[in-house]
C-alpha cells in the first residue's frame, strides 16, 4: 500500500458513498487508476465491504453493557464452542478475547436494561463453559470511533 492507497482508504472510511469522480479528484488521480485501485484493495481483503452507520437509540439498541466472561475451561475445543455460540447472538456487538484476569470482553447492546437483563438469562449465561461474568453499564459513550488508524509501508 503507498500513500495513494492510504489515502483512498481514508477518503473512503469517512464517506464509502462517495462518487469514484470525487474520490478521484480527492486523491489526485484520474476515474480509472483510481476505480482499478479501489477494486485491488476489495480483492485483496483491505476493503471488506461497505456498511451503513446507524443511529443506535433508532433501531432499538442505545442501551449498552459490558460484559467481562470467565470461562471454566479454555481448551481449544472449549473456546471454539464459545466463539461459535456467541456468533449467534445478535445483540452482542463485539466479543474479544483478553488476556487477564478473565477470558473475555463483550459489548452488548440492547433497548434498555431489562431487555439486557432478559439478553443475560436466557443467552450470555447459557454460552458453553461461562463460569462467571460481570457487568458494567456504559452511562457514556465518549468516543467511538468507526475509522482505522491507517499506518502505511510506503
Not at 500500500?1 to 483512498?8: A, E, F, G, L, P
Not at 443475560?120 to 447459557?126: C, D, L, T, V, Y
Given at each position: ?8 482508504l481514508q477518503e473512503l472510511q469517512a464517506d464509502a458513498r462517495l462518487s469514484i469522480v470525487e474520490l478521484s479528484r480527492r486523491v489526485g488521480l484520474t476515474k480509472t487508476p483510481c476505480a482499478e485501485r479501489i477494486r485491488r484493495l476489495e480483492k485483496s481483503g483491505v476493503i471488506r465491504g461497505y456498511h451503513a ?102
Open positions: 500500500m503507498d500513500r495513494i492507497d492510504q489515502k483512498i452507520a446507524l443511529d443506535p437509540d433508532a433501531v432499538g439498541a442505545g442501551h449498552i453493557v459490558v460484559v467481562q466472561v470467565l470461562l471454566t475451561s479454555t481448551t481449544e475445543q472449549d473456546l471454539r464452542r464459545f466463539n461459535e455460540a456467541v456468533r449467534r447472538i445478535p445483540e452482542i456487538e463485539s466479543c474479544l478475547m483478553i488476556a487477564g484476569d478473565f477470558d473475555y470482553l463483550l459489548k452488548v447492546r440492547t433497548r434498555d436494561i431489562n431487555e439486557y437483563r432478559r439478553v443475560m438469562g436466557e443467552q450470555i449465561s447459557g454460552l458453553p463453559c461461562v463460569k462467571q461474568t460481570h457487568t458494567y453499564v456504559v452511562m457514556e459513550v465518549v468516543k467511538d470511533e468507526r475509522k482505522l488508524p491507517l499506518r502505511g509501508s510506503a
